[in-house]
């Protein structure tokens, strides 16, 4: 007969791999945390945490500076996107070939663009026929085809005043739609600041 503690040398072995693969798993499900800032800037100051299509993002840590009274931090999440579908490496160009511009080239409104690399924030001046998205400034950055214009959703305001540090936290201050972009702004009169911008992607 085997002694009593050999014989359960199998189950303590299933157990361990069993709690192996369990870590793992949870390990694997955790949600990565990822900073921006900080950067400095005078009538605003912004940076863009970039679209993933596996994962959502949810701000939990933001301090900004201002010499503004009125000064906020600015939230705003990519509600929808289309494909470019002409490649252009002219960073002074100011139109973005698409597949349709939808309700997507209305003056004034905000866009992401995003080619892997870079992101930037833009405005819409207007679109040339049902394809070409005209922007205020230069696109700056190379267009790829397949990359994606998102059109940014309407400004959530946390007020930061003419203070420096101003801080929030929260397990999610904001919570940007799964695989979307997400641009945070603090606006001032010479200098605004975001210090530091910390998001979870789930």
């Known amino acids: 007969m085997k002694p009593k ?3 359960s040398v199998p189950l303590l ?3 361990a791999v069993a709690t192996t693969i369990i870590g793992l798993a949870a390990f694997a499900d955790s949600p ?4 921006r800032g900080p950067v ?11 679209d993933d299509p596996q994962t959502q993002l949810r701000l939990v840590t933001l ?6 009274a009125a000064s906020v931090f ?8 289309i494909n470019i579908t002409t490649a252009n490496t002219n960073l002074a160009a100011t139109n973005i070939i698409v597949a349709q511009t939808n309700a997507i080239a209305i003056s004034n409104d905000l866009i992401i663009v995003g080619n892997g690399f870079s992101n930037k924030t833009l405005t ?36 930061i005043g003419a203070s420096s540090n101003k801080t929030f936290t929260g397990d ?13 702004l603090v606006n001032g009169t010479s200098y605004s600041s975001v210090d530091t911008a910390s998001a979870h992607r789930d």
């Open 32 to 35: 990565t945390y990822e900073t």
């Open 5 to 7: 503690f050999l014989s």
């Open 124 to 159: 819409v001046w207007g679109s040339l026929g049902s394809t070409n998205i005209i922007t205020t400034a230069a696109i700056g950055i190379t267009q790829r085809v397949g990359d994606s214009v998102f059109h940014l959703s309407a400004a959530t305001s946390l007020g």
């Open 40 to 50: 400095t800037g005078t009538s605003s100051a912004e940076v863009i945490f970039p």
């Open 74 to 81: 600015s939230l705003r999440a990519g509600d929808y996107a």
């Open 172 to 184: 999610a201050i904001y919570v940007a739609p799964k695989g979307r972009p997400l641009r945070v």
């Open 13 to 15: 072995a299933a157990c």
């Open 63 to 68: 301090i900004g500076s201002s010499d503004l």
